[in-house]
């Protein structure tokens, strides 16, 4: 691959940097990214009126815009329906988001679309994170996982999805199991999945490699933003997952979305999604956007990456604010005298404050075996965060979610 594909030169990058905001910000006028003219085209241009940058997702040879839809928070399919229209093609869904009704509405939204117009990704959990799944091998397990994959191509009204994702992975027996990759490599025999991957908001770097290593995938989704402490070991493992013909797509970009609880501060959006998406072995990513204003807002990126001072100012506000974004690096879990799942916790309350969205959040915290007090009578919190965050005071807050009905959020 040549050193000016993909919109961005990769030397530029490189020079440009990772390491740290405080580098970016040394690199005057940053990168100006020209949309190419032979990767295709979207259907429609970015607000700044050139075309939208288009990329190949390694060896899928799938092509699309680097703004894609992340599906999860959306509940009007008339957004849904503008993101295509306006040129996105990629939607990103799950088997479990809004209990199965994400991946209806995106089904009722694609009728009667030409199938080569969009893709469609969505995720099941492996033996390792759904209960129902824990434990069981080979056929055993193949059989229920297949049976949710006829049921999520049900809901969507499609014989088949481009991408299928083993949903959630932190380790490597996640992505190296045997079992998981036999059904995985069913499934696209079978034709019911175009391309198989699997995605990752924690232990980012390693789940990437041990992905490489299992050389039974196409495609990687993983958490990637300005907030992370290691995103320079990040970039280099999405570099590593590139060079071996792996498709990689960002999620999290915005990194919760606000500074602040009260959400009084808000991240800018443009800034952090162009950050991210200045790394060339980037495909695309998958913003969370729910609204025409939001799409509006992430679409306008779509053909001008390029950061200015000020956006790269505004990005450096997370050196000294903790903001809402856990990076999942389980450090504080150590220090917990009750063992608590505390990323998990501390994802829910970003779900909550950040994304607005209360669903979600429930549905973590009810899925822990915790109770509606997990803290109990701890005298202090012993739990620290390397961010900065009041776990205990987190903790306590998010909880409360475990004791309403979940018909409360249906």
Same mark, same amino acid.
């Given at each position: ?9 990769? $030397? ?33 241009? +970015?607000?700044? +009126?050139? !075309? ?27 957004? %849904? ?5 306006? +040129? @996105? ?10 209990? /199965? !009704? ?7 939204? %694609?009728?009667?679309?030409? $199938? ?7 995720? @099941?959990?492996?033996?390792? $994170? ?11 397990? =193949? ?10 191509? /049900? ?30 490599? *069913?499934?696209?025999?079978?034709? *019911? ?14 789940? #990437? ?35 071996? /013909?792996?498709?990689? #797509? &960002?999620?999290?970009?915005? &990194? ?13 959006? !443009?800034?952090?999604? *162009? ?59 150590? /220090?917990?005298? !009750? ?20 669903? &979600? ?7 822990? =075996? ?16 390397? *961010? ?23």
């Amino acid at each position: 691959m040549s050193d000016k594909t993909n919109g961005f030169g990769r $030397r530029s990058f490189l020079k440009q940097g990772l390491t740290g905001l405080a580098a970016i910000g040394a690199a005057p006028g940053v990168v100006k990214a020209a949309a190419l003219g032979g990767e295709g085209t979207a259907p429609s241009a +970015g607000q700044a +009126g050139g !075309r939208p940058i288009v990329r190949t997702l390694g060896r899928t040879g799938l092509k699309m815009p680097i703004v894609s839809m992340g599906v999860m928070n959306a509940d009007n399919p008339a957004v %849904v329906q503008a993101a295509l229209d306006t +040129g @996105i093609t990629l939607l990103d869904t799950a088997w479990g988001y809004q209990r /199965g !009704r994400n991946e209806q509405m995106i089904g009722e939204v %694609v009728k009667g679309r030409p $199938r080569d117009s969009y893709l469609v990704a969505t995720k @099941i959990h492996g033996p390792f $994170r759904d209960k129902a799944l824990v434990g069981l091998k080979g056929e055993a397990f =193949e059989k229920p996982f297949l049976a949710k994959l006829d049921v999520c191509l /049900g809901r969507l009204g499609l014989d088949y999805v481009d991408i299928l994702y083993l949903h959630n992975n932190t380790e490597a027996e996640h992505v190296q199991d045997e079992g998981v990759i036999a059904a995985f490599e *069913k499934a696209k025999k079978s034709g *019911k999945a175009r391309f198989v991957g699997i995605t990752t908001h924690a232990n980012e770097p390693a789940v #990437i490699r041990y992905t490489i290593a299992a050389k039974a995938y196409d495609v990687i989704l993983t958490g990637y933003n300005f907030m992370m402490d290691y995103r320079e070991d990040l970039r280099r493992a999405v570099a590593e997952a590139a060079a071996a /013909g792996l498709g990689v #797509i &960002a999620m999290k970009t915005q &990194a919760g979305v606000y500074w602040d609880k009260a959400k009084t501060q808000k991240i800018n959006m !443009r800034a952090a999604l *162009k950050w991210v998406l200045n790394d060339p072995n980037v495909t695309t990513a998958v913003p969370g956007f729910t609204t025409f204003d939001q799409l509006k807002e992430d679409w306008s990126v779509v053909s001008d990456i390029s950061l200015s001072p000020e956006e790269i100012k505004d990005l450096r506000l997370g050196e000294s604010v903790a903001g809402l974004y856990c990076q999942q690096c389980g450090r504080c879990v150590a /220090g917990c005298s !009750r063992a608590l799942p505390i990323p998990d916790l501390m994802r829910g309350y970003m779900y909550a404050y950040g994304y607005r969205n209360l669903q &979600a959040a429930h549905e973590l915290v009810g899925s822990l =075996e915790i109770d509606g007090n997990p803290c109990g009578d701890c005298a202090g919190c012993t739990a620290a965060c390397v *961010k900065g965050f009041d776990v205990a005071d987190r903790v306590r807050d998010i909880s409360r979610l475990k004791n309403i009905p979940g018909d409360f959020f249906a």
